[in-house]
């Protein structure tokens, strides 16, 4: 049976009427009704763990806007923290975890078959959404490419450069590659547990695989995507994957081909020209408006929009940002954006 929602219309190369749009980090600190819920639920970590907050939370970029897909409130990092490794988010610092960086630190995580054990509000909330969200939207899953996830565990925090982790992987891969594995079997875990629950999709985060050069992007990067990718169709024949190896450049032709994703999430460093001629050929491309148009507004961020839509929009395609909105953001003009991806025909 062919799908009828928008989204996975897109993901499956079908035709759609529009394109259509959500945006990474749609639920957040932009968002007055979001900084509300935060201010009550205490911590990052207790929004994410409180089921009734977490749905709300998605909820609300969907209630406001219309988007044709809402993403999973939570985070990458729970992994790590249901792993055993500490994870603490400190207000306007960001993530901060206790450094692993060496075989004992592996030896002392918990097993990864059984992080679901701790994630079970996440899949409440999901199982609750998937109940109350309009019947067109599509609720998609997410979770961190093992490398991505790696950069936080092993730097301790986020940073510029990914050099803990870099160095870990370049001075010894074989130890840094059971870091690896660890994370790939925790992955298909939450990710499958996520799909029992109601996802319909699921997008995984590779936000620093730019960061590394070709060689240990094949290794780092590219297998163990492949490996999620095939453990997750075969448990789940069918179910559309979203990859967004953030960074990857020319590396994504082979990334898109290699890895047997669905779909291609570009950053804003791909050229749509490009993007269509290398990447939509092979499959649904997703992106790559430059956050910070959305920003500023305005007559610019509707010709860069006017601009992505006219070459990526005959489908198969997913209007999205090169990477998440930031707090920053003016609502309205989020609002301004939707409007217009909406009324575009091809
Ligand atoms: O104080 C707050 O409210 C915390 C801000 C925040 C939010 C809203 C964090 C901390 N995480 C999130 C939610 C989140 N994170 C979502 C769901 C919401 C949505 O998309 O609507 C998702 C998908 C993520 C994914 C995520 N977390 C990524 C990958 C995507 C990306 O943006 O690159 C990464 C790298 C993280 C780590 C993380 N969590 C939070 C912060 C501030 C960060 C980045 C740390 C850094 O700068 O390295």
């Known amino acids: 049976m062919l799908p009828e929602k928008k989204l996975l219309r897109a993901l499956a190369g079908l035709e759609t009427q529009g394109v259509p749009l959500w945006m990474m980090r749609q639920a957040g600190r932009y968002l007055p009704e979001y900084r509300e819920v935060r201010a009550r639920a205490g911590g990052f970590l207790d929004l994410c763990y409180t089921p009734e907050l977490a749905e709300e939370v998605t909820l609300q970029p969907i209630r406001r806007y219309g988007f044709d897909a809402a993403i999973l409130f939570s985070d990458i990092l729970v992994v790590p923290d249901a792993l055993g490794q500490k994870v603490a988010f400190k207000e306007g ?19 990864p078959s059984r992080v679901t054990a701790h994630l079970k509000p996440v899949y409440e909330t999901v199982a609750r959404l998937s109940k109350s969200l309009p019947p067109e939207v599509t609720l998609i899953g997410f979770a961190g490419a093992p490398w991505t996830v790696a950069t936080y565990m092993v ?12 160095l870990w ?37 590779d936000t620093w695989a730019g960061s590394l050069p070709e060689l240990a992007f094949e290794r780092f990067a590219l297998r163990p995507m492949k490996a999620i990718r095939d453990l997750m169709q075969a448990r789940f024949p069918g179910l559309p994957v979203i990859a967004f190896p953030r960074g990857a450049g020319a590396m ?25 001629d290398a990447l939509q050929v092979q ?52 609002a301004e954006l939707v409007e217009l991806v909406k009324a575009w025909r091809p």
Not at 95 to 111: F, Q
Not at 155 to 161: C, L, Q, R, V, Y
Request: overall charge negative.
């Open 155 to 166: 730097g301790g925090k986020g940073s510029p450069d990914q050099a803990a982790a870099k």
């Open 252 to 276: 994504a032709v082979r990334y898109f081909s290699e890895t047997g994703v669905t779909g291609l999430s570009i950053d804003t460093g791909v050229s749509p020209e490009w993007a269509r």
């Open 93 to 111: 610092e960001g993530p901060v975890l206790e450094p692993i960086s060496d075989m004992a630190g592996l030896a002392a995580l918990s097993s």
């Open 169 to 205: 992987a370049y001075r010894a891969p074989d130890e840094f590659q059971k870091l690896i594995d660890i994370l790939v079997e925790a992955t298909v875990e939450h990710l499958s547990a996520q799909v029992m629950a109601g996802a319909e999709v699921i997008q995984i985060f």
């Open 283 to 334: 499959g649904c491309v997703q992106g790559n408006l430059d956050p910070l148009l959305l920003v500023a507004g305005g007559a610019e961020m509707r010709a860069h929009a006017l601009h992505i839509l006219e070459t990526l929009g005959k489908g198969p395609f997913i209007f999205n940002l090169g990477h998440g909105i930031v707090p920053q953001t003016p609502p309205e003009h989020v």
